[in-house]
């Protein structure tokens, strides 16, 4: 009988695929703020126990993964070709 709580493998998945998709933008502040608000989302969400509401839960974490892949992709078309200070290398 297959189950319709997400498994650990499943929150897993998605909270590494939001990071990997975070890392995709060009700029720094989009990056960090991305990656800032999945942490904070998966923290706040870490005591949740009753399996329709993490259910939701996991379905609106989806949505935000393709919306996130969506806005990383029309970031990369449109974004300005100058780097951010805080992208630069230090070279001491």
């Known amino acids: 009988m297959a189950s319709t709580t997400p498994r650990k493998v499943?929150?897993?998945w998605l909270f590494r695929s939001l990071l990997r998709t975070a890392?995709?933008?060009c700029d720094y502040n989009v990056r960090e703020y991305?990656?800032?608000r999945t942490i904070d989302a998966f923290r706040h969400?870490?005591?949740?126990?009753?399996p329709s509401?993490?259910?939701s839960v996991i379905s609106?974490?989806?949505a935000q993964l393709?919306?996130?892949k969506r806005q990383a992709l029309v970031y990369k078309l449109y974004a300005p070709k100058m780097t951010s200070?805080?992208?630069l290398k230090p070279t001491i």
Do not use: C, W, Y
């Not at 969400?45 to 009753?50: F, G, H, R, T, V």
């Open 10 to 12: 499943e929150v897993l």
């Open 23 to 25: 890392r995709q933008f």
């Open 34 to 36: 991305t990656k800032r």
């Open 45 to 50: 969400n870490k005591s949740l126990s009753e």
């Open 53 to 55: 509401h993490l259910s």
């Open 60 to 62: 609106d974490g989806k």
């Open 66 to 68: 393709d919306l996130a």
């Open 85 to 87: 200070i805080m992208d």
